[in-house]
């Protein structure tokens, strides 16, 4: 009986997965399987996500309002303040409104073109901006509040698009498959900046530059589903510096399938 061939193993360089965010990015696309299918049942359920954002960014902040260590980000900048909270802090208090039209940019965001290497650089500088860096007031959130975050979106997320009434199983499978890889890249992204693996790379990373909310590279990414389509365009168009020049990478590329291919 002959014997089973096994595909050839992949190489993957430790030093570019710490130094080098396009290989990072291909080396989760390959270990997920995340594929043109995956982009294609995002985009195609992206007019549902959509419809969902405005009730899923009152839920996430209704959940995180349920807990002072969490409220605490709202008012100290910071998790790991251990003072008063202000009992009084709502959703619709100032900073709550503020933070609700960034998730709802955000989250509009996940519904863009996940082929383009700019999609998976913003989800980066997200991870990026919560450990303090890249912002002119910096901002603290521990990885613990991160992760569970993002697990209750996800819950959100799959519980509606399952529910959903006028969507074939099969779509609802594919498009629940592939929120959930591009969560769980997201939660990646955050990591790399939390945990300590790859420290000896440090001084070779690009360093981040400090930018506006809802930029990447000098230009506005994040809308909130308000602006037209040519405002959207117009808004757009290419600014400013890089915040990762030492990746040498174009910002639409489109990312291949699998590194080292």
């Known amino acids: ?17 710490y130094t080098n965010l396009e290989t990072r990015i291909q080396y989760l696309h390959s270990f997920l399987d995340f ?3 995956d982009i294609d049942a995002l985009i195609a359920g992206s007019k549902y996500i959509k419809a969902l954002i405005p009730a899923l960014v009152n839920i996430v902040y209704k959940k995180l309002l349920q807990y002072d260590i969490t409220a ?66 910096p901002l603290h959130v521990e990885y613990v509040h991160i992760g569970v975050t993002l697990s209750f979106i996800q819950d959100v997320l799959t519980e509606a ?30 990591a790399k900046w939390y945990v300590r693996d790859g420290d000896e790379f440090a001084e070779e990373a690009a360093a ?15 809308h909130d589903g308000s602006e037209s389509e040519a405002e959207e365009e117009l808004v757009s168009a290419p600014t400013g510096g890089c915040p990762f020049a030492n990746l040498t990478i174009n910002p639409n590329k489109k990312l291949d399938s699998a590194p080292g291919s």
């Open 35 to 37: 594929s043109s299918n």
């Open 161 to 190: 698009i399952l529910s959903h009434p006028r969507l074939r199983m099969d779509k609802k499978i594919s498009i629940v498959k592939a929120i959930g890889k591009v969560i769980w890249i997201q939660n990646d992204l955050f």
């Open 72 to 137: 605490r980000a709202f008012e100290t900048r910071s998790t790991s303040y251990e003072g008063p909270v202000d009992e009084n802090l709502n959703e619709s208090s100032p900073q709550i409104l503020h933070r609700k039209m960034f998730l709802r940019g955000y989250l509009n965001k996940l519904c863009s073109d996940p082929s383009k290497l700019e999609y998976w650089e913003y989800l980066d500088k997200v991870g990026m901006m919560h450990v303090g860096q890249g912002r002119v007031h």
């Open 208 to 222: 981040p530059e400090i930018e506006r909310e809802g930029y990447l590279h000098g230009k506005k990414i994040l």
């Open 1 to 17: 009986m002959p014997s089973l061939q096994r595909r050839p193993m992949q190489h993957i360089d430790r030093k570019d997965l």
